[in-house]
């Protein structure tokens, strides 16, 4: 009776298209869950997302569940998970995408799954990480653990999504690092982010995860954008 009072004050809405949600649909309406642009990298060991880190670091998989593009749903999906708190938009993404990466089967197995993480000072402006719930799927998912304190941030910079390219590479060199521990020696870990544009961020992070002795890096993001 009160969820259907609430529902009636305080309708659901499609987090992809705003339009109300049936009874029995959550956080995305059946029609945007059939248009949603998916990329199918995690079949392709040449795809598109590994083709960024080439001659820069060496990942065992990278892959991005959907294509990024501006004005378009994923990048209204994007919108809501990073600045309006809807943090379920991760977990269902993540819930979706992993029935797909199971099918993988790397040489050597996933470890942790590690967010690129947020600056204290960011973390406290907007008060969760919106790569958490999209991580925290992955793990659950895989059968493995979640990570958030091997990888951090020490230096606080501004968003890049509106540097060039030579600004973002620049402007995020020496910015993560790492708590060195000889129990995460030769892991294996999932680095994962909301998403892939130049890739400067999370080559960034896997420069700072191989300080490690006999790391491993793999990259997965929710979606995929042109540079």
């Given at each position: 009776?009160?969820?259907s009072l609430i529902?009636?004050?305080f ?9 109300l ?7 995305l309406?059946?029609?945007?869950r059939h ?12 795809n ?5 880190f080439?001659g820069k670091?060496e990942v065992?998989?990278a892959s ?9 749903m994923?990048q ?8 309006k708190g ?5 977990t269902?993404l993540?819930?979706?995408y992993v ?6 089967k ?14 204290r000072?960011?973390?406290k402006e ?10 925290n ?11 958030d ?5 020490k ?6 999504s509106?540097?060039?390219?030579l600004?973002?590479s620049?402007?995020?060199k ?7 521990s000889?129990?995460n ?5 999932l680095l994962?982010?909301d998403?892939l ?7 960034a ?13 793999s990259?997965i993001?929710?979606a995929?954008a042109?540079?």
């Open positions: 009776m009160i969820k529902n009636l004050f309708p659901k809405v499609c987090a992809g298209c705003s339009s949600l049936m009874t029995n649909e959550s956080v309406c059946t029609h945007c248009e949603m642009p998916l990329t199918q990298y995690y079949l392709d060991a040449n598109e997302a590994v083709k960024k080439y670091i065992e998989h991005a569940f959907l294509y990024f593009n501006k004005k378009g994923v209204e999906l994007i919108h809501n998970l990073k600045y809807y943090e379920e938009i991760g269902i993540g819930d979706w029935e797909d990466l199971k099918s993988i790397p040489e050597t197995p996933f470890d942790f799954v590690i967010p690129v993480p947020l600056h000072k960011k973390f907007r008060g969760y990480n919106q790569v958490t719930t999209f991580g799927a992955l793990a659950k998912g895989l059968n493995i653990g979640y990570n304190a091997i990888l951090f941030r230096k606080y910079s501004k968003t890049q509106k540097k060039n390219l600004g973002r620049e402007g995020i020496n910015v993560f690092d790492v708590h060195l000889e129990e020696h030769n892991k294996h870990f994962v982010d998403v544009t130049t890739g400067a961020t999370l080559e992070c896997s420069r700072a995860l191989v300080k490690i002795p006999g790391a491993k890096i990259i993001c929710i995929m042109n540079s």
